[in-house]
């Protein structure tokens, strides 16, 4: 059964940092595009970053270009998200989702999601 | 960016009845491989987005098959034939050709 397992949110102060993981279980992660897709309260959906299996390319939505960083660990089955310069508009719930690589398609699976909270 | 727009963006529903929700594209979604890269999602309250349909038609597993997507280009649609009760929920149309952008939601509510 594949999962996703997201953690690391919580409350930061603008311009502080914070580091979300995403566990992944049951699929070989090695060879499936991640992704971060984020939803602030309220409001709609939007992608936040893609991240290739061999990390040999990342991409990034232009409202987190230069202040979010995104890796991952294929040998420890993780993913992650280094959030810096945090601005309030970046508040929303953060959500690990995978493509499919069998129907080259995107978000066949998503995690339960972690709440980031940017707030003085 | 290619703008997602889809109507209504609240959907009110008698059990039991059809229910049809429209995303139109900015753009055409078919990309240089052939492919449109046209998804539906649906979120359940207090729940995360789950795949319901991925290009354009092809239900996902485990998706009732009430549920069907169809369109070409820049037109969309994704139908439920009956709605039933845990179909409550916003609805959510993704394209995947350009970058990645999502509609604004759909309300579904029972009336």
């Known amino acids: 059964e594949v999962q996703l397992v997201e953690s690391g949110g919580g409350l930061v102060k603008p311009g502080g940092s914070l580091r979300l993981s995403c566990a992944a279980s049951?699929?070989?992660?090695?060879?499936?595009?991640m992704n971060w897709v984020r939803q602030a309260p309220g409001k709609g959906l939007e992608w936040v970053s893609s991240?290739?299996?061999?990390?040999?390319?990342?991409y990034y939505a232009d409202s987190v270009k230069g202040r979010f960083t995104l890796s991952r660990d294929n040998a420890k089955n993780s993913l992650y998200l280094q959030m810096n310069s945090l601005r309030a508009e970046d508040t929303a719930v953060y959500y690990c989702t995978r493509d499919s690589y069998t129907t080259l398609s995107h978000f066949d699976y998503w995690g339960q999601g972690t709440l980031v909270t940017v707030s003085s | 960016d290619v703008v997602m727009t889809q109507s209504p963006l609240s959907l009110p529903v008698t059990l039991g009845q059809p229910a049809s929700i429209s995303c139109r594209s900015s753009q055409s979604l078919v990309n240089s491989d052939g492919n449109t890269y046209l998804n539906w999602f649906q979120q359940r309250p207090g729940q995360s987005p789950r795949r319901l349909i991925y290009k354009v038609s092809n239900r996902d597993s485990g998706v009732p098959d009430r549920f069907s997507g169809s369109g070409s280009g820049t037109d969309f649609t994704l139908k439920i034939s009956r709605v039933e009760a845990e179909d409550v929920g916003v609805y959510y149309c993704?394209?995947?050709?350009?970058?990645?952008?999502f509609g604004q939601g759909t309300r579904l509510e029972i009336k």
């Open positions: 049951g699929f070989t992660f090695s060879t499936h595009t």
């Open positions: 993704m394209q995947g050709t350009h970058w990645i952008t």
């Open positions: 991240i290739i299996g061999s990390s040999s390319s990342v």
